[in-house]
Every structure is written in structure tokens, then in C-alpha cells.
């Protein structure tokens, strides 16, 4: 059988570490043959100084290792309460500002919950913070882009389709998690993700092994060659595709995703 090479495709784990150990960490990625790199703010903003955020940026780029960022988890763009909806909106922009300095192209955050409301409303909700969000991107002359993800939850905002209709009508960019999806949908309908996202060039994905139930999501486990296999052989070859691993051994299981390809 004859294999298709993919036109960009780029592995890398989810995780730099500390600002101490950051442009090591790099190093060691670079040496692995890892060209991508997810900073997790996922307990906040963790890049305090601009002097670290410029060195990292500076040898990420001498790398050639393509940077992004995971906002807060505490995130709710349609909470009940509006404080909690402007002080999410700050977080991603905190996010932003660092992600600028570091040179990311994208802070990927998971939108909010359905909580009481229904679903349209939440959708409309969300997709109004991510307008003002961008606002300020653009005030700020930023290049950064947000990327809303597929959730793994059933009772979480962040279907395919719900991120499909942001991307659609705010323009922002997209995450596309296939372990949320597994666990959410309990199955990985390819065919539905390439009609759905086809049209886009840049695909920004997640993906890891997952513990699932009912409800969804779990937690991540480590990738199995077999799950590697499956992506790789699914993923469309022509677009440019950034791959963060999200399990607990996310470095290894990263090498192993680039082995296969
Ligand atoms: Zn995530």
C-alpha cells in the first residue's frame, strides 16, 4: 500500500515546565525531533517575567519548535454570574499577552458549561465573549489566536458542532481534541471531523489515550501504538497539523506519534 506523506505535520508534548527549566526542556524536544509545544496556564500564568518569556520565544524560534498555550481550566464564558464571565475573559487574555511575548500562535481554552441554560443561549453567550476577546486581541495589535476545544464532557459546552459555529462566526481558530471526542461521542467519526474542519489549512489537535464513562471524560491515560496508528491513518495529509499529546508521559508518547508517521 502506498502511504501518503503528510504536507506539515508537528508532535510535541503538553508541558514546557518551569521558566528555570523551559529552554532545556526545549533543547531536549529539539534533540527528540519534537517541533511543537503546549504551555500549560492551565492553573494560571505561570510566565511572569517578559525577560523569560523573550529567551524561551527566542529559542523556540532557533528550534524551529512551533509554541501554544492551554489557558486556565477555570474558565466559564456563560456563567449565570457576570463577574465569573469577565474574569474568564481576563484569564484568556492574560494568556494572550504572555502567549505574545512567547511567540505562541494560539491560546487554547475550553469554553464554559451549559450549566442552567440552554443550549442555543450558551452558545450565544460564548460566542459574544469570544467576540470581545478578540477585540482586544485587535486593540492590542496581537497576533494571537484563540482556539476554543472539543470537550470530553457530555454536560460541557464544546461539541464538534458548537465549535464548528464559532470558528464559523467569530473566525477564531480551533482545537480539535480526539480523546474528548472519543469520550464524549464514544466513537471518532473521521469522516464527520474532515467535513467538518476540511475547509480549514491549520488544525490544531490534541489527542492521548482516555479513561471514559457515560457522562464522558475521565482522565488521559498513555497512548497506545494501536491509538497512534488510527490518528495517523485518519488524519487528512494536506493540511498543516500541530499535535499536542496530552498523557501523563506526553514527551514519550509524542516520539512514539512521530516514529509512526
Ligand atoms: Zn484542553
Not at 470537550?151 to 480551533?174: A, H, P
Not at 474528548?180 to 490534541?206: M, N, P, Q, S, T
Amino acid at each position: 500500500m502506498m502511504v501518503i506523506k503528510f504536507k506539515d505535520i508537528k508532535f510535541g508534548p503538553a508541558g514546557l515546565g518551569g521558566a528555570d527549566e523551559a529552554i532545556s526542556n526545549l533543547e531536549t524536544y529539539h534533540k527528540l525531533g519534537l517541533k511543537a509545544c503546549e504551555i500549560a496556564f492551565t492553573y494560571g500564568v505561570y510566565i511572569k517575567n517578559k525577560n523569560d518569556a523573550i529567551k524561551i520565544k527566542e529559542k523556540a524560534n532557533e528550534l524551529g519548535i512551533k509554541l501554544s498555550i492551554h489557558a486556565h481550566y477555570f474558565i466559564n464564558l456563560n456563567s449565570e454570574d457576570v463577574r465569573k464571565i469577565e474574569a474568564s475573559k481576563k484569564r484568556i487574555l492574560d494568556c494572550c499577552r504572555v502567549g505574545e511575548e512567547l511567540g505562541a500562535y494560539l491560546v487554547v481554552f475550553h469554553p464554559g458549561f451549559y450549566g442552567k441554560m440552554d443550549k442555543e443561549k450558551s452558545y450565544e453567550n460564548i460566542r459574544d465573549a469570544i467576540l470581545d476577546i478578540q477585540k482586544e486581541i485587535k486593540k492590542n495589535k496581537w497576533k494571537i489566536n484563540i482556539a476554543p476545544e472539543t470537550t470530553g464532557k457530555v454536560n460541557v459546552f464544546g461539541s464538534l458542532e458548537e465549535i464548528k459555529r464559532l470558528v464559523e462566526d467569530t473566525g477564531c481558530s480551533f482545537t480539535i481534541d480526539f480523546a474528548h471526542i472519543l469520550a464524549r461521542e464514544k466513537i471518532v467519526d473521521y469522516d464527520k471531523i474532515k467535513k467538518i474542519f476540511g475547509k480549514y489549512d491549520k488544525w490544531h489537535c490534541h489527542f492521548s489515550g482516555i479513561e471514559y464513562g457515560e457522562k464522558g471524560e475521565k482522565n488521559h491515560k498513555k497512548t497506545t501504538k494501536e491509538e497512534w496508528k488510527n490518528l495517523l491513518l485518519n488524519l487528512p495529509r494536506d493540511k498543516e497539523i500541530v499535535i499536542i499529546n496530552e498523557s501523563p508521559d506526553c514527551v514519550n508518547d509524542s516520539v512514539e506519534g512521530l516514529k509512526l508517521n
